[in-house]
């Protein structure tokens, strides 16, 4: 097919320029595989070329994950997402916010709504104030990685509710760690660590054998190893430690990040999307009822939230962000084809995820570049696609 081969020249392309030493792609539609392309290598040093099964750390696109397992909690009667952090994790009562004239009391708690519309005023390291206290709690957490006694979740989520918040709850949008605080709160409800609540609720019953914290030995030769650009534009493996997430995942981590710890393959997670596309079920397995799905995927911020999204990451005008997703609102307002209420999001390392419910079609992306997001060739397969349709 013409628009195959073209998809393929473009991934092809990047890989020749070093924008990533290899990339996978996954279209579906109807929960129907339509394609699945790859170009390049998933580990330089040893040869070992993309595969449909290549298993990604996924960063952030752990959060919709950590997301559904606060739906499958809402929905069951386990958690009001008016509900205070402080009733789960005590150390966010009588939280303090950064001001220009100092510390002064957040005027209310922190919502798990304001967890899943990061508009809780958590950070991720940064240089200002309340970025640097987390990017202490993360230093200690990456200092035990190896030790006698790892950071669990919970504790991590203790840590954070002690530093402080980069505005008032609610006011504003800032991308933090309030997906790693509501893993902690599954973790509390739930009566599970996290992995073993997913694995149970989400991961075993949508067949998802390849999605975990870790990846077992018997599946290291499948993982694709994670590079850097350097600054002559030369791709470097880079085995550091980012956001206390282990460069090896061998063991299954007692910190398990619900913002940035999950791996797992495009087939994987292409079952994932497909559920939530069919209105929470799969394979005649139900995880979410559709009314839970439609709240899920339908959010949208506060208007002072909404600003600052806009503000902050240009390549989501005409989207808003909720339940850690990003929704297509006004698709005529973004420089990309997009769909009226297309949802998903991406990870560090160039890992993304969109549904169409309009079309019923997933796109899913694989990469493991530093700092990448949502990336140039993203957009471009995007609009290769959508353009052809």
């Not at 599970?192 to 390849?210: N, T, V």
């Not at 990451?313 to 990309?336: A, E, I, K, Q």
């Amino acid at each position: 097919m013409e628009l195959w081969t073209r998809m393929q020249e473009c991934m092809d392309e990047a890989v020749q320029k070093q924008e990533m030493t290899g990339v996978n792609l996954l279209i579906a539609r109807g929960g129907e595989v339509l394609a699945e392309l790859q170009s390049g290598l998933a580990d330089r040093e040893r040869g070992i070329p993309m595969a449909r099964d290549t298993i990604f750390r996924m960063y952030s696109m752990t959060k919709p994950i950590t997301a559904c397992a606060a739906m499958i909690l809402m929905e069951r009667g386990e958690l009001d997402f008016y509900d205070w952090v402080e009733n789960y994790i005590p150390s966010f009562h009588g939280q303090k916010v950064v001001t220009g004239a100092g510390m002064e009391s957040a005027c209310r708690g922190v919502s798990l709504r304001d967890l899943l519309t990061m508009s809780s005023g958590l950070a991720y390291p940064d240089a200002d104030e309340a970025g640097q206290a987390v990017a202490r709690v993360y230093e200690e957490a990456i200092s035990r990685l190896d030790g006698e006694v790892e950071m669990s979740t919970l504790e991590f989520a203790e840590k954070i509710g002690r530093t402080p918040l980069s505005f008032q709850p609610g006011r504003a949008f800032r991308y933090g760690t309030s997906a790693d605080v509501l893993g902690a709160v599954v973790e509390v409800v739930s009566g599970k660590r996290l992995g073993d609540f997913l694995r149970d609720e989400i991961f075993k019953p949508l067949g998802m054998h390849d999605t975990a914290f870790y990846v077992p030995r018997g599946k290291q030769h499948r993982r694709a190893m994670t590079y850097r650009r350097m600054p002559d534009g030369t791709l470097a493996r880079d085995p550091s430690t980012n956001l206390a997430i282990s460069d090896t995942l061998t063991r299954d981590p007692l910190f398990q990040s619900g913002g940035a710890g999950l791996c797992s393959t495009l087939p994987d997670y292409a079952r994932f999307a497909a559920m939530l596309l069919r209105g929470g079920e799969l394979d005649g397995v139900r995880i979410l009822r559709p009314k839970t799905v439609e709240f899920f995927t339908r959010a949208r911020l506060d208007e002072g939230p909404q600003r600052s999204l806009e503000a902050g990451w240009p390549t989501l005008s005409g989207f808003s962000y909720g339940n850690l997703l990003r929704v297509c609102r006004d698709p005529g307002r973004n420089g990309s084809v997009c769909t009226p209420g297309e949802y998903g999001w991406d990870g560090w390392l160039g890992t993304c995820f969109s549904n169409h419910p309009a079309e019923g079609i997933t796109v899913l992306m694989g990469m493991q570049t530093c700092d990448s997001g949502n990336t140039n060739l993203n957009r471009r397969l995007h609009n290769l696609l959508f353009t052809s349709l």
